[in-house]
């Protein structure tokens, strides 16, 4: 069934604003660990660097999950799909928010990985099935606003209700949210037939394209970079900055509204240059942690410098999805199940390293690896533009046009 035959020159906005609404409670569910790692920690008896671990392991998963929905999407209708995640989604947070111990809450922690995997992987190619070819850049876009919203409210409201009711009930507040968006998209979503897909040797075919390869790569280790130092966030403000408790929330709100900022703003500079773009967000970040290192102890510093952060973090994943739809034109499925797999795999090796470094030599090591790391991105970023620039693939020139 074509795109347009989906559609009929249709735009289901009802299904785009439902799933705008499950990227928000699916982002904030991905991330909450982040804001209540202590108390988190504390309860569960293990230490930062493990509690740290449950952003790994839903990174882990979500990689599995997101290599092989492209099969799974070829045979069941989409939207039972979709639905089907988003009450996995709601059970992943019940599971957490009971977990009698540390085991349990990982195993709560896989499942909404699966989501994360299943959900990004189908996000692009379904847009596609909601809204004519000429509005799925808004509708993306909208999704997107999803992600910068959770962005903004997730860290510094379970900050604040792990404070008032508990880091469990902070979890729980989540079903409520999953349960809405549910319901948003049963009435929203038309029925979306399974689409067989043919492409030759799996997602991992993709990779034979130099371009592919080069931007996965340095994709992967911006990711990688930028989780090695955001998991372990509160932990810092804590033990180096010293910021009162009240304090910590304030530090991640101003994060999070940075971040809805640079997903408004990425737009324009992404018009300028996309790979231009590319390089610089992660540069300026390993200047920022560097920085930080240094003036890690003064609260005011501190404080400006993470804002920055969250500014560039948050915008970022728009140059990368950009880049997908300019190069991936005619597979966005497939393209979209190996950046996600790329993405969620160097999230997981990002909060991993991180926390051993963490856990083993201190916050300089941690941050000092995430600058390296971001720094490895922006050259790869750098031979990945001029690659593309130094071929005439005829995938990429109709990428500029838009599919």
Same mark, same amino acid.
């Given at each position: 069934? #074509?795109?347009?035959?989906?559609?009929?020159?249709?735009?289901?906005?009802?299904?785009? &604003?439902?799933?705008?609404?499950? =990227?928000?409670?699916?982002?904030?569910?991905?991330?909450?660990?982040?804001?209540?790692?202590?108390?988190?920690? !504390?309860?569960?008896?293990?230490?930062?660097?493990?509690?740290?671990?449950?952003?790994?392991?839903?990174?882990? &998963? @979500?990689?599995?999950?997101?290599?092989?929905?492209?099969?799974?999407?070829?045979?069941?209708?989409?939207?039972? +799909?979709?639905? &089907?995640?988003?009450?996995?989604?709601?059970?992943?947070? =019940?599971?957490?928010?009971? @977990?009698?111990?540390?085991?349990?809450?990982?195993?709560?922690?896989?499942?909404?990985?699966?989501?994360?995997?299943?959900?990004?992987?189908? #996000? !692009?190619?379904?847009?596609?099935?909601?809204?004519?070819?000429?509005?799925?850049?808004?509708?993306?876009?909208?999704?997107?606003?999803?992600?910068?919203?959770?962005?903004?409210?997730?860290?510094?409201?379970? #900050?604040?209700?792990?404070?008032?009711?508990?880091?469990?009930?902070?979890?729980?507040?989540?079903?409520?949210?999953?349960?809405?968006?549910?319901?948003?998209?049963? !009435?929203?979503?038309?029925?979306?037939?399974?689409?067989?897909?043919?492409?030759?040797?799996?997602?991992?075919?993709?990779?034979?394209?130099?371009?592919?390869?080069?931007?996965?790569?340095?994709?992967?280790?911006?990711?990688?970079?930028? &989780?090695?130092?955001?998991?372990? =966030?509160?932990?810092?403000?804590?033990?180096?900055?010293?910021?009162?408790?009240?304090?910590?929330?304030?530090?991640? +709100?101003?994060?999070?509204?940075?971040?809805?900022?640079?997903?408004?703003?990425?737009?324009?500079?992404?018009?300028?240059?996309?790979?231009?773009?590319?390089?610089?967000?992660?540069?300026?970040?390993?200047?920022?942690?560097?920085?930080?290192?240094?003036?890690?102890?003064?609260?005011?510093?501190?404080?400006?410098?993470?804002?920055?952060?969250?500014?560039?973090?948050?915008?970022?994943?728009?140059?990368?999805? #950009?880049?997908?739809?300019?190069?991936?034109?005619?597979?966005?499925?497939?393209?979209?199940?190996?950046?996600?797999?790329?993405?969620?795999?160097?999230?997981?090796?990002?909060?991993?390293?991180?926390?051993?470094?963490?856990?083993?030599?201190?916050?300089?090591?941690?941050?000092?690896?995430?600058?390296?790391?971001?720094?490895?991105?922006?050259?790869?970023?750098?031979?990945?533009?001029?690659?593309?620039?130094?071929?005439?693939?005829?995938?990429?020139?109709?990428?500029?046009?838009?599919?």
């Amino acid at each position: 069934m #074509s795109h347009a035959d989906t559609t009929a020159g249709r735009a289901y906005w009802g299904g785009v &604003f439902a799933m705008t609404l499950c =990227v928000f409670a699916l982002i904030a569910s991905e991330f909450m660990p982040v804001s209540l790692l202590t108390p988190l920690a !504390a309860e569960l008896g293990v230490s930062e660097g493990l509690a740290g671990y449950g952003i790994a392991i839903s990174g882990a &998963f @979500a990689v599995l999950t997101s290599l092989s929905i492209s099969r799974l999407a070829g045979t069941i209708n989409r939207r039972t +799909l979709l639905l &089907f995640l988003t009450a996995l989604m709601a059970v992943s947070g =019940v599971v957490v928010a009971l @977990a009698p111990n540390y085991p349990v809450y990982m195993t709560g922690r896989a499942l909404i990985g699966v989501v994360i995997g299943g959900f990004w992987s189908l #996000s !692009a190619a379904t847009a596609m099935r909601l809204v004519p070819a000429a509005k799925v850049p808004r509708a993306l876009a909208i999704f997107n606003s999803g992600n910068a919203l959770a962005t903004v409210v997730a860290a510094p409201l379970g #900050s604040y209700l792990g404070g008032v009711i508990g880091w469990r009930g902070a979890f729980l507040c989540l079903v409520p949210v999953a349960a809405v968006a549910f319901a948003w998209q049963w !009435a929203g979503l038309p029925s979306m037939a399974a689409e067989r897909q043919h492409a030759q040797g799996g997602v991992f075919a993709l990779l034979r394209r130099r371009v592919v390869a080069l931007g996965m790569i340095a994709c992967g280790a911006f990711f990688m970079g930028q &989780f090695a130092l955001f998991t372990y =966030v509160r932990p810092f403000l804590e033990r180096v900055t010293h910021a009162a408790d009240s304090a910590v929330p304030l530090v991640l +709100l101003a994060i999070g509204a940075s971040g809805l900022l640079g997903t408004f703003a990425i737009g324009a500079f992404l018009k300028r240059g996309l790979y231009r773009t590319l390089v610089s967000i992660p540069a300026v970040m390993a200047l920022i942690a560097l920085a930080l290192v240094v003036l890690g102890p003064r609260l005011w510093p501190t404080a400006a410098l993470l804002s920055a952060w969250g500014l560039l973090a948050t915008a970022a994943p728009v140059g990368w999805w #950009s880049w997908l739809a300019r190069t991936f034109t005619d597979n966005a499925e497939a393209g979209g199940g190996l950046m996600v797999a790329v993405v969620q795999c160097s999230i997981a090796l990002g909060a991993t390293v991180g926390g051993l470094l963490f856990d083993g030599f201190g916050f300089a090591s941690t941050f000092l690896a995430s600058a390296g790391l971001l720094l490895f991105a922006a050259l790869l970023a750098y031979v990945t533009a001029c690659d593309a620039a130094s071929t005439s693939r005829p995938a990429i020139a109709m990428g500029a046009q838009g599919s």
